[in-house]
């Protein structure tokens, strides 16, 4: 039988923090273990320089399949590192932030074999206990590797990591972790050094000051491999750190707690690689299920968890679009005009899970543009994600900002989407622009769309089955243009 989503009582609880955050800072020498030469990304069609066309007023409709967390599998491709043997990961997006993550995990002489969403990781030749700065500094995921290379090895040298630019990102609340669990933390020549006494972590009590995801996984691996009960307490409650913890309990750890904000770790000396199938992706679910929504369509998506998703669904069903979940990993949108008449705005405040997530407000800034009303958007994870509101203004939307607060004017308010021929320069991955667009007359234009590439899987070509007219325009085109 269908379920038809009401929207819940989701009140929002100010979350505690300590905002200021800093880098160690303690020079010294230090000669590289090792920097292997990074291997060409598999797949050598998509450029930094591509563009995507986008004719807006396409309706949707169909079924568009979602793909495997992207946030997970990196964070497994981390994990991976704490096994013995192979691990035959399913359910791997091909993404260029994963491909960059078997980069960093190749740096280090870990061999992977990537076949159709599978991919087999064999960690008996590490080599080197210093993954490639290159590759660690393109993506914040990078960075989580420290983890288990610390508590198997002892020791581990890993550069700071990238990521997308959407506040300072800093790492104290990893380097305090560490420490709790017994190891040295110092900064050498832009690289974070971290050993271990006598080449064991020794399990500790640690308050997460946040409850920042990337810290919560890499000392959740940590633990897996320290001697001894490790307590996590403020800990992420995401559903990408459940799967980690699901995915090493499966390779013999003992993690417990996962889900809630206490994990309680009973240290293991060794732990076998597994077989495993990653979640599917909420975000790009999410980003669908707005996209169905800001172009007034209809159409379903699967594989999903729908309780991965409840935040965002209670906003649309305030909005007024109606989601029905046709199987239990099946869920139908229909926001169509004809049925549903004018959407009704509403306003959000992101937070960690279980509240409205981070990684959906700039495609949900989108769609309050053509909802009525005035509506308020918090951003109370990264001080710097608005940046795509100056793209937005560039397709004709009104939104005022100040600080991390926007005040998103709906269509009855002035805001629609108009012009011909905008060209969004450096449009950041989370697509919104690009939703933008479909909502907009006429033809826009994405460049930089290498950002939308790091973390959603062939998104024109879904888009296009859907009904879009959406194209990629390979930069080698441009160029005989
Ligand atoms: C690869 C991955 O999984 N990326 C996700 C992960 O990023 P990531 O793990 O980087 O996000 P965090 O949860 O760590 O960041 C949340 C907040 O904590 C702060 N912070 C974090 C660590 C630290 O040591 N000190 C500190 O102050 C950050 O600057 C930020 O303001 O969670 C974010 C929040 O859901 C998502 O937007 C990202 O898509
Ligand atoms: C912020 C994101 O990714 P990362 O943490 O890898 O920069 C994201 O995927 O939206």
Not at 262 to 275: A, H, M, S, Y
Request: aromatic share 6%.
């Amino acid at each position: 039988m269908a379920l038809i989503f009401k929207p819940s009582n989701n009140l929002y609880h100010s979350l505690p923090r300590n905002s200021t955050s800093h880098l160690l800072r303690t020079p010294s020498f230090y000669t590289p273990i090792s920097c292997f030469r990074l291997p060409q990304s598999p797949n050598q069609t998509q450029s930094s320089d591509d563009k995507f066309i986008i004719v807006g007023g396409s309706k949707l409709s169909g079924h568009v399949h979602i793909s495997g967390s992207k946030n997970s599998a990196l964070a497994v491709l981390a994990g991976t590192l704490c096994c013995s043997g192979n691990s035959k990961l399913h359910n791997i997006p091909n993404v260029s932030d994963i491909r960059t993550m078997i980069l960093v995990l190749e740096s280090l002489g870990v061999e992977v074999d990537v076949y159709n969403g599978e991919v087999t990781v064999d960690t008996h030749g590490i080599r080197s206990l210093e993954p490639c700065a290159d590759a660690v500094g393109k993506i914040r995921a990078g960075f989580f590797v420290g983890g288990p290379l610390l508590a198997r090895f002892g020791e581990a040298m890993v550069a700071l990591p990238g990521g997308c630019d959407i506040g300072a990102r800093p790492i104290d609340i990893y380097v305090r972790g560490f420490r709790a669990l017994g190891a040295t933390v110092e900064m050498r020549q832009r690289q974070l050094y971290a050993c271990a006494k006598n080449g064991r972590l020794i399990g500790g009590k640690f308050r997460l000051d946040f409850p920042s995801v990337g810290a919560t996984e890499t000392l959740m691996m940590a633990a897996s491999m320290a001697d001894g009960v490790t307590v996590l307490s403020n800990v992420a409650q995401e559903p990408e750190v459940v799967d980690l913890a699901q995915f090493l309990t499966h390779c013999g750890a003992s993690v417990e707690g996962a889900g809630s904000p206490t994990l309680v770790i009973n240290g293991r000396k060794k732990l076998q690689g597994p077989e495993y199938s990653i979640i599917p992706d909420r975000i790009e679910a999410g980003t669908f299920m707005l996209a169905a929504a800001i172009t007034r369509s209809c159409f379903s998506m699967s594989p999903i968890i729908p309780c991965h998703l409840s935040a965002v669904m209670d906003k649309l069903s305030v909005s007024g679009c109606q989601i029905i979940q046709k199987t239990p990993n099946t869920l139908e949108i229909a926001a169509t005009s004809k049925t549903r008449g004018s959407l009704q705005g509403f306003s959000i405040r992101t937070g960690p899970y279980p509240h409205f997530p981070t990684d959906l407000q700039p495609q949900t800034t989108v769609l309050l543009t053509i909802c009525n009303g005035s509506n308020i958007v918090e951003e109370l994870v990264f001080e710097e994600r608005m940046g795509h509101v100056r793209e937005l203004e560039k397709l004709g939307a009104r939104i005022r900002v100040s600080g991390s607060t926007a005040l998103v004017y709906g269509k009855d308010q002035g805001s629609w989407f108009l012009r011909f021929q905008c060209c969004c320069k450096g449009s950041k991955k989370w697509s919104c622009t690009c939703f933008g667009g479909m909502a907009a007359e006429g033809i826009t234009e994405i460049e930089g769309v290498t950002h939308i590439d790091r973390g959603y899987e062939n998104l024109e070509m879904k888009l296009h089955s859907l009904g879009a007219d959406t194209v990629r325009r390979p930069s080698s085109l441009e160029t005989q243009l």
